[in-house]
C-alpha cells in the first residue's frame, strides 16, 4: 500500500504571496491532520479534517486554511506569506470509521517551504 | 490543553550502549503517548504507542517505552544502539479517541558515535 504523498517536496516563494500544498492520504484513510515544523517551534499541530470537516484546529492566524476533498485528499493553504512560515509542513492521515480506526497517524515526507 | 517536555535535546552515547530518551507528559484528560523517529529530510516514523493495557510497551528497531500515570513520563530505552538509530526523536500525546491532533515535545537528537 502506497504511504502519505505530498506535493510539492520543495517550494521557494516571496513575502505576500499564497502558496497551496497538497496531501493524498493512505489508501482508505479518511482523517488527514498538518503539522508545521520549524527549528524554533518544533512540531505545531495545525488542522485535521475527517469526510471534508474540519475536526481540530490548531493555534494558527486565518492565514492558514486548508481543506479535504470527497476523496480524502487534502489542501493547505497559506495567504500572504511571511518569512516565519518557512517551515517543513507535514500532512499525516489515519483511517477512522464510526471515529475509531488505527490511534495512529502515519505521515508523509513533508513539503519544505522557503519564502524569501 | 496537553503539553510534552523531552528533557534532552540532544544525546550523545557510544555504539552498542544502552540510552534511555526521557519524555514527560501534562494533561487534565486520559492520554494515548506515542514516540516517533525523523531521520534527515524525511517525514515521521512511529515507533510505538501506549493507549491502553500493559504499561511497558515494544516497538520497532528494539526500542521500548514504559508509560508511568504516577509520574506521568512515557521514557524510550534500547538496550543496545546502532549507528543507524542516529536520530531525532518525538514523543507526543493525543487525547484519548482524538488521536488526529497530536502534541509534540521539543525533539531529543541521538547521536550514535563509533
Known amino acids: 500500500k502506497a504511504g502519505v504523498t505530498q506535493t510539492p517536496r520543495y517550494l521557494i516563494k516571496t513575502r505576500g504571496q499564497q502558496v497551496t500544498l497538497s496531501c493524498s492520504p493512505i489508501s482508505g484513510h479518511r482523517s488527514v491532520s498538518w503539522y508545521q515544523q520549524t527549528p524554533g517551534q518544533g512540531l505545531q499541530f495545525l488542522f485535521e479534517?475527517?469526510?471534508?470537516?474540519?475536526?481540530n484546529k490548531g493555534n494558527f492566524p486565518g492565514r492558514f486554511s486548508g481543506r479535504q476533498f470527497s476523496n480524502s485528499r487534502s489542501e493547505m493553504n497559506v495567504s500572504t506569506l511571511e518569512l516565519g512560515d518557512s517551515a517543513l509542513y507535514l500532512c499525516a492521515s489515519d483511517y477512522l470509521s464510526g471515529g475509531r480506526g488505527t490511534d495512529t497517524q502515519y505521515f508523509g515526507p513533508g513539503t519544505r517551504l522557503t519564502v524569501l | 490543553a496537553q503539553s510534552v517536555t523531552q528533557l534532552d535535546s540532544q544525546v550523545p552515547v557510544f555504539e552498542e550502549a544502552p540510552v534511555e530518551l526521557r519524555c514527560n507528559y501534562s494533561s487534565s484528560v486520559s492520554v494515548y503517548l506515542f514516540w516517533y523517529v525523523q531521520y534527515p529530510n524525511q517525514g515521521l516514523q512511529l515507533l510505538l504507542k501506549y493507549l491502553s493495557g500493559s504499561t511497558l510497551v515494544k516497538g520497532i528497531n528494539g526500542f521500548e517505552a514504559e508509560f508511568n500515570k504516577s509520574q506521568t513520563s512515557f521514557h524510550l530505552r534500547k538496550p543496545s544502539v546502532h549507528i543507524s538509530d542516529t536520530a531525532e526523536y518525538f514523543c507526543?500525546?493525543?487525547?484519548?479517541?482524538?488521536?488526529?491532533?497530536?502534541?509534540f515535545g521539543q525533539g531529543t537528537t541521538l547521536q550514535v558515535k563509533p
Open positions: 507526543a500525546v493525543s487525547e484519548s479517541g482524538n488521536t488526529g491532533k497530536l502534541i
Open positions: 479534517y475527517f469526510s471534508e470537516t474540519q475536526r
